[in-house]
């Protein structure tokens, strides 16, 4: 399982752009890139999941370079309300349903007014 | 996607007692798996439970200390074992889903709450 490596923390305020940078230099072919959000007393949601280049969904962006050794979670516009522990994980996406996740430390992100 | 229940959800014991942590989901599952997730902590994971077999435990983690079951494909307990303050801490379980086009993704229960005192 490739280990990764990510900021403790970040600070921004409301209406700007985020990017959180993931580092994942031994990912795997299989390995597919993961973020998962987590609020204080609850358990993580996934975000947005991708395997190269670039994801969007209604919630954030993931950018993956060619060489896929990084990955970049992009959050237009955080609000308040975005104010978590955001995750990044690698896993095998040939698992066939058994996928064991390991977290790493996690960026904290605040939000402020 | 999949709706996890936990059980309960949130406890206060006395050490050297036991508690059992359940787990229900609204789907059948084949893997269910168990995190610990300790004060300003990331989550670890304890151990993967699939139906019919003995639970997988994560380097650190015991049978005798944590054992779990699993009777069915939409069940699993996780019980702590004589337990101590270094205990304390939110218990979550977790099942995968695949999605749609390709990929997997995980989702949570709401957590136990565990205080030791």
């Known amino acids: 399982l490739a280990k990764t490596t990510q900021p403790i923390s970040m600070d921004s305020y409301e209406g700007q752009e985020v990017n959180i940078t993931c580092s994942h230099n031994n990912i795997a072919t299989n390995d597919y890139i993961t973020w998962y959000q987590q609020f204080p007393s609850q358990g993580p949601r996934f975000i947005i999941q991708g395997y190269k280049t670039k994801v969007t969904n209604e919630v954030a962006s993931l950018f993956i370079p060619a060489d896929r050794k990084s990955s970049t979670l992009s959050l237009p516009r955080v609000s308040l309300s975005d104010t978590a522990v955001y995750y990044c994980?690698?896993?095998?996406?040939?698992?066939?349903?058994?996928?064991?996740?390991?977290f790493g430390a996690g960026t904290r992100l605040a939000v402020h007014p | 996607s999949a709706v996890i229940s936990q059980k309960p959800s949130r406890d206060i014991c006395q050490r050297g007692t036991s508690l059992t942590i359940q787990c229900q989901v609204d789907?059948?599952?084949?893997?269910m798996f168990w995190y610990r997730q300790q004060p300003g902590q990331s989550l670890t994971l304890i151990a993967t439970a699939n139906q019919g077999s003995e639970a997988t435990y994560e380097s650190g983690f015991v049978i005798d200390k944590f054992p779990i079951s699993r009777p069915n494909l939409t069940f699993s307990t996780l019980t702590v074992s004589n337990m101590s303050p270094e205990d304390s801490s939110i218990y979550l379980c977790?099942?995968?889903?695949?999605?749609?086009?390709?990929?997997?993704?995980?989702?949570f229960g709401p957590g136990t709450r565990l205080t030791v005192l």
């Open positions: 789907s059948q599952v084949t893997m």
């Open positions: 994980l690698v896993g095998d996406m040939f698992s066939g349903g058994y996928n064991k996740l390991i």
């Open positions: 977790s099942v995968e889903s695949l999605r749609l086009f390709g990929g997997n993704e995980q989702f």
